[in-house]
Structures are given as structure tokens and as C-alpha cells.
């Protein structure tokens, strides 16, 4: 059964919505990529906080990837 997703979703409303999380998740990566790239908190933290901060990036990371994917599906 093929149902056409234009009927069921808002589609300017979902590329909004997608382009408003994409923002977020930026602003994400940007936070602890400044984080991971400042000496002092490498220095100081415990090597738990930083491994935890790398796998937080490496999330955040993953989830824009599916984003970027949702919005060139929703932009065809």
C-alpha cells in the first residue's frame, strides 16, 4: 500500500519545523566543539567528562545527519 506522504504531512510546516531543529543541532555542535577545542578544559577535565563530551558531538553529529536527510527528502 503506498499512501502519498503530501496528503498526510504539512510539508511546509515539517521543512520548518526540520530547518528550526537543524538551527538547534547546530548550535550543539558548535557548543561543545568550542568546548573540545579549548586546551584548558582538556587539561582539567577528567578524562570521563571529555570521553563524554566527544560522544555527545558524535550524537549530535549523527542527528543533524538525519536531519539534513529529512529536509532533502521533504524539499523533492
Known amino acids: 500500500i503506498f499512501i502519498p ?4 504531512v504539512d510539508k511546509e ?10 538551527k538547534a543541532c547546530e548550535k550543539d555542535i558548535a557548543m561543545v566543539e568550542q568546548k573540545l577545542s579549548s586546551q584548558g578544559f582538556l587539561e582539567k577535565a ?7 563530551e566527544r560522544a555527545k558531538l558524535e550524537k ?3 542527528r543533524m545527519e538525519k536531519i539534513v536527510e529529512s529536509i532533502a527528502a521533504f524539499s523533492k
Open 46 to 52: 577528567p578524562q570521563n567528562v571529555v570521553e563524554a
Open 13 to 22: 510546516k515539517e521543512l520548518a519545523r526540520l530547518e528550526k531543529e537543524r
Open 5 to 8: 506522504l503530501d496528503e498526510l
Open 60 to 62: 549530535h553529529k549523527e
